[in-house]
């Protein structure tokens, strides 16, 4: 009688829905530090097949910046559009802003797309899928290294020396790049499974542009300096900007501009982490 209660015993399990914060960033720290390796490997099969495959190799990764700039720049040397006064040569000026802001853009659409171009491996291989972002960044930096050489040859054809101001490139470029690829890793588990984000993504930072000081200088008055003055975008793009070209950097918004790419890379972390199980399902159905 005993031995046949012990067969009818019912054991009851209970759905445990509490995720310890301290413990999933640790994990995804551990799978960020694990999955180097393969990051770097998938990094070096893409950039080789991208650049291998193409007549004008390098140039792609600059012809987006080259052909906004150069129409910019022709509407501004004709007279078609009056600019304000920008402080240094319209070229510099141009090229800058829109490297960067081709740059911002990129980082926010990375991990959709990354994530997209993956799936094949994502269902099929168990892998920690932090790599994936940090494939992402590996390809975005192989190609930023590219734009930046376009900058530095322009800042030498116009004689521009760099100041001071220069030890801040580095921090303010490193926490833009945190804080708008970890924005897009936030916002990936949607854009993944709605292609709506990726079509809208570019269609607003389009809009965005013409209220940043991408290819114009701040107004002096007027709607569109209060627009640029309220858009956080604006202090980011003109201090990367100044910290290349001698201007005066502002140090409190480089700051400020740290600790929110700290926050933003732990929220992302945390979103990333427990969203990709049900990511990987929905691509496995």
């Known amino acids: 009688m005993q031995e046949h209660q012990r067969t009818l015993e019912e054991k009851v399990y209970k759905s445990n829905n509490h995720y310890s914060v301290t413990k999933i960033i ?141 030890l801040f490139f580095i921090p303010v470029l490193l926490f833009t790049v945190i804080a708008f690829v970890s924005i897009g890793t936030i916002i990936s588990p949607i854009g993944v499974l709605y292609n709506d984000i990726g079509k809208a993504l570019p269609i607003a930072m389009q809009l965005l542009m013409y209220v940043t000081p991408v290819v114009y200088a701040v107004p002096k008055s007027g709607i569109m300096k209060l627009l640029m ?15 290349l070209t001698g ?8 700051v400020l501009l740290g600790i929110a790419a700290i926050v933003l890379a732990l929220i992302a972390m945390l979103i990333y982490r427990i969203a990709m199980p049900v990511i990987t399902e929905r691509m496995s159905a």
Not at 229 to 243: C, E, K
Not at 247 to 254: H, N, Q
């Open 229 to 243: 003055s309220w858009n956080p975008l604006s202090y980011i793009i003109i201090n990367i900007r100044n910290s």
């Open 26 to 166: 640790k994990d995804s720290l551990n799978g960020y530090a694990k999955s180097f390796y393969l990051a770097k490997q998938l990094a070096s099969r893409d950039i080789k097949a991208l650049y291998r495959q193409s007549l004008l190799g390098f140039f792609w990764a600059i012809a987006p910046v080259i052909m906004n700039a150069a129409v910019w720049i022709f509407l501004q040397s004709t007279g078609t559009v009056r600019l304000s006064d920008t402080g240094i040569p319209y070229p510099v000026f141009v090229i800058l802003g829109t490297t960067f802001w081709i740059l911002i853009s990129e980082c926010l659409l990375l991990p959709t797309e990354t994530i997209n171009a993956n799936k094949s491996i994502i269902t099929k291989i168990n892998f920690h899928k932090e790599a994936l972002i940090t494939l992402g960044i590996l390809k975005l930096g192989f190609n930023l290294l590219i734009k930046l050489g376009l900058v530095v040859v322009f800042l030498c054809i116009f004689k521009i020396l760099p100041s001071a101001s220069i």
């Open 247 to 254: 201007g005066s950097v502002d140090v409190l918004f480089i």
